[in-house]
């Protein structure tokens, strides 16, 4: 598919309505117009896997941090968000964020100072976020399936921080896929002790227990508070 074919695909697809996001229009069943809407929609999906694989293919050895958008620099979680950035960066790895502001800034901003890749993959949302300054390059997303395959795609483990649903929604994604095996074993690291280990401890209690999990899929998961044993654990390939 060339730029022409994107842009256009795009174009057609349309602009928000009012505070509509695509995602919304799309899963939208009252509204009957996919006679003449829906092929056009498949048509920004399409642009937007290209736009994404285009940019994305070459990157290299990647992270992903996540976490809340709504940490200020004023909060100890940026601070550590922005030294794993920093620390990532030293070791040779893209960071990859939602981003946004809060604890994707902060990763961002640690990668960018230090010289390193700085990736933000942004999304639609009904309220304005717009990206981070401290990227090398940063994409807006439609939708959010296609902004989650390429955290999946091109990240070779995760780092995930304190955050709300968002942060939990990918967080399981990753552990979902790791388990089912349809993507190699990689690292995800929590961080944050005193964030997690209620999290850590209700899913051994209630979800294992029950046998609806292993014991396994919980442990895989390191949960620390140190950014320098974050750093170090998510970029030694297995935990």
Known sequence: MDDAVIQESLKQAGSPVGNQTADQRLLNDQVRDWRDQDPWRAMRIQAEFVEGFDHLAELGPAVSVFGSARIGPDQPEYQLARHIGSGLATKGRTVITGGGPGIMEAANRGAFEHGGVSIGLGIELPFEQELNSFLTWGFTFHYFFVRKTMFLKYSQGFVVMP?????????????????????????????????????????????????????????????????????????????
Do not use: C, H, M, N
Request: glycine share 10%.
């Open 163 to 239: 955050g709300g649903f968002g942060t939990f929604d990918e967080l399981f994604e990753a552990l979902v896929l790791a388990q089912t095996g349809k993507v190699e074993q990689f690292p995800v690291v929590l961080v944050g002790k005193s964030y997690w280990t209620g999290l850590l401890d209700w899913l051994r209690a209630e979800v294992v227990t029950r046998g609806l999990i292993t014991a396994f899929d919980v442990d895989r998961v390191p949960v620390v508070d140190d950014p320098d044993q974050a750093v170090s654990l998510v970029t030694a390939g297995r935990v």
